[in-house]
């Protein structure tokens, strides 16, 4: 597995058309994302416990759908942090290239959980797809602050 580039080492040689990122960028772009995620969860929580509240039977399967949802964005952020300026297309690989496997995991939860535990679908369900929007709302503030931050570091060289 290929490390990815360390943040730290402004000095360090890089290759035509590679994107840059100053030191510290993606401590602080992981600082505001889980600020962020904590404040679109919160919000996306709240509403799914009040769309669902005659028939959900308490907050777990709020709370479940809820849990799937975070481990994608939670993923996708990871991965979108660690390879933003890495070679070839680990970048892609580590976000987009990953959807399927974060979409059976997500089933596993959903299904596993309505059977081993009688939860109801439509709260689970409606949860998911709550936080998973909200979820989206950071992945791309994460997205454009790499961006930003990698086209902020000063131009290439020629």
């Given at each position: 597995m290929a490390a990815a580039p360390s943040?730290?080492?402004p000095g360090s040689p890089?290759?035509?058309g590679e994107l840059r990122l100053p030191?510290?960028?993606?401590?602080?772009?992981?600082q505001r994302a889980a600020l962020a995620l904590v404040a679109v969860s919160a919000a996306a929580v709240a509403a799914a416990f009040l769309a669902t509240a005659p028939?959900?039977?308490?907050p777990a399967p709020v709370l479940l759908g809820h849990a799937a949802a975070q481990?994608?964005?939670?993923s996708?952020?990871?991965g979108a942090l660690w390879a933003f300026d890495a070679e070839g297309g680990?970048?892609?690989?580590?976000?987009?290239?990953?959807a399927p496997f974060r979409l059976l995991v997500v089933a596993g939860l959903l299904a596993g959980g309505s059977e081993l535990f009688d939860l109801p679908l439509v709260p689970m369900g409606l949860s998911l797809v709550l936080s998973y929007g909200a979820g989206h709302a950071v992945e791309i503030y994460v997205f454009e602050a790499l961006a930003r931050a990698a086209s902020a570091s000063g131009p290439r060289d020629p």
């Open positions: 943040d730290s080492d890089q290759a035509d030191a510290g960028a993606r401590r602080r772009i992981a028939e959900t039977g308490g481990l994608v964005t939670l996708w952020v990871v680990l970048f892609m690989g580590s976000t987009v290239g990953l």
